[in-house]
Antibody
Framework: EVQLAESGGGLIQSGGSLRLSCAAS????????MIWVRQAPGKGLEWVAV???????YSADSVQGRFSISRDNSKNTLYLQMNSLRAEDTAVYYC???????????WGQGTMVTVSS | DIQMTQSPSTLSASVGDRVTITCRAS??????LAWYQQKPGKAPKLLIS???NLESGVPSRFSGSGSGTEFTLTISSLQSDDFATYYC?????????FGPGTKVDIK
């Protein structure tokens, strides 16, 4: 079965760091591009970062210089390293990938990150 | 950067109603527009890709149209399972911008 499973969320103090993981099964992460998306409580969806199959990465202005996306092909896992966390980074973080479509048809269940000030 | 807008932000409707949601892009995104449905506490679900391609398993009452900068999602006959929030997303550029969402609730 094709699926994604995020982990690593939790409660962290402002200024701290956290690494989120997104384990894939049923497909190879390095063969697709993958994104992180977040959703603050009661708010809409915000794209955070992307990694392409060739390894190129891009991130949203709101997290530029603080967050970085990467993957471990041997573990078939995507990561989001989050540094210098702020209260406004509090959100559910989802990973997603286009597997059977050209848009994002596979999503994880999400992991909650709470940054306390 | 490409900005996405949606209208209306909230839509109150009854079962059986025809519902139309509009999504506008600040720049031409060709047909690289997707629609997602999200229910509380759940991940988004892809309904339509590339403006009008209905994803496998999605009921045929959902349809999408448009091109360039203006797009629509139509639900031909609203069902109880369709009360949710709908987001458009452009994927013409790597910024993958989402619209702010349209909440469809019960009238």
């Amino acid at each position: 079965e094709v699926q994604l499973a995020e982990s690593g969320g939790g409660l962290i103090q402002s200024g701290g760091s956290l690494r989120l993981s997104c384990a894939a099964s049923g497909f190879i992460v390095s063969s697709n591009y993958m994104i992180w998306v977040r959703q603050a409580p009661g708010k809409g969806l915000e794209w955070v970062a992307v990694i392409y199959s060739g390894g190129s990465t891009y991130s949203a202005d709101s997290v530029q210089g603080r967050f970085s996306i990467s993957r471990d092909n041997s573990k078939n896992t995507l990561y989001l390293q989050m540094n210098s966390l702020r209260a406004e980074d509090t959100a559910v973080y989802y990973c997603a990938s286009p597997v059977s479509s050209d848009a994002f048809d596979i999503w994880g269940q999400g992991t909650m990150v709470t940054v306390s000030s | 950067d490409i900005q996405m807008t949606q209208s209306p932000s909230t839509l109150s409707a009854s079962v059986g109603d025809r519902v139309t949601i509009t999504c506008r892009a600040s720049h031409d995104i060709s047909s690289w527009l997707a629609w997602y449905q999200q229910k509380p506490g759940k991940a988004p679900k892809l309904l339509i890709s590339k403006t009008s391609n209905l994803e496998s398993g999605v009921p045929s009452r959902f349809s999408g149209s448009g091109s360039g900068t203006e797009f629509t999602l139509t639900i031909s006959s609203l069902q109880s399972d369709d009360f949710a929030t709908y987001y458009c997303q452009q994927y013409n550029t790597y910024l993958f911008t989402f619209g702010p969402g349209t909440k469809v609730d019960i009238k």
